[in-house]
């Protein structure tokens, strides 16, 4: 095979590569999409802190049958610090604030405020990294706090809410739990760090999910347990699989602009499957956001 020959055989596996890393990446923030309206939905049956502090708890057993299944060796310390980190964050901390969110305003509302949380995993990445940002970085992340500030009191009639509070707490939590997380999956294979991520929370889970357990599981109907198994198997575990592994083909600069659709994925959702009523100002915050997200990904991206 010439030199020619093999270069353009090269770039056509790295352009089959890129391509299969966007189409994981686009799948896996279409899979995340359905959580704000999800957990909405399954807050009706299910009291939201039980749903909050168990659904890592539920996905636990599948993560530990993968990691044995898969032969994953036990972490070195540093790697348990950054899971633990990361178990704070999307084990415990984001599925808890999303759900209480949730069972207090409307999953349109969460997915213009989630739109955040891009720029705020890349704000804590950076800051946990030490390394530097422009300073027109974090003039763009004062823009997004401004702008969400800005929605959340727009409604006159609701003004500001408990659950934007917590919405954005979600953002925080979620974007320390993605960054570590990140961190870690530089180390070790990017499936085994969420597995890992979920396993180390699940023993503090147990307790806290006897407590808030209701009696009222019985009553649950067939479509809120369905709801509750997509949270589960989906939203906290294997979404994170097409994720990471979109990542790894495509490249994270890339295939990381994907999560830009999600905030209307997720609009796009509550108005199908739940009739919410989404209104212009929603829809507006939400292009305001993406672009906001959008120009922090393009000044980091220029460095």
Sequence with gaps: MSTLTLKRHNAGQA?????????????????????????RYVTHYIDPWFLGVSRALMAAPLAALLLWAGGATLL?????????????????????????????????????????????????????????????????????????????????????????????????????????????????????????????GAPFLVVPSLYFLPESLPEVPVSGWLSLAYLVVVSQLCGFFLWNKGLALGGIARVSQTQLLQPFFTLL?????????????????????VGVVAAARCVTAKR
Excluded at 16 to 31: F, I, K, P, Q, Y
Excluded at 141 to 147: D, N, P, Q, W
């Design 15 to 39: 352009l089959s590569a890129s391509t299969r890393g966007m189409m994981l990446g686009l799948a896996a923030v279409m899979c995340f999409a359905f959580t704000l309206p999800l957990t």
């Design 76 to 200: 070195t310390r540093q790697q348990w610090v950054l899971a633990g980190l990361s178990a704070i964050g999307v084990t415990l901390g984001f599925p808890l604030c999303i759900a209480l969110a949730m069972s207090l305003t409307e999953a349109s509302r969460g997915g213009v405020v989630i739109g955040l949380l891009p720029l705020a995993t890349a704000v804590i990445g950076t800051v946990l990294s030490r390394d530097r940002m422009p300073k027109r970085f974090w003039a763009i992340a004062l823009i997004g706090a401004v702008l969400m500030l800005i929605y959340t009191s727009f409604d006159q009639q609701l003004g500001w809410q408990w659950g934007d509070l917590i919405l954005l707490l979600s953002v925080l939590l979620g974007g320390l739990g993605y960054a570590t997380g990140g961190m870690l999956a530089k180390q070790i294979p990017a499936w085994q760090a969420i597995c890992w991520t979920v396993v180390i």
């Design 269 to 289: 959702i509550a108005v199908i499957f739940f009739q919410e009523q989404v209104g212009v100002v929603t829809v507006v915050f939400a292009m305001l956001i």
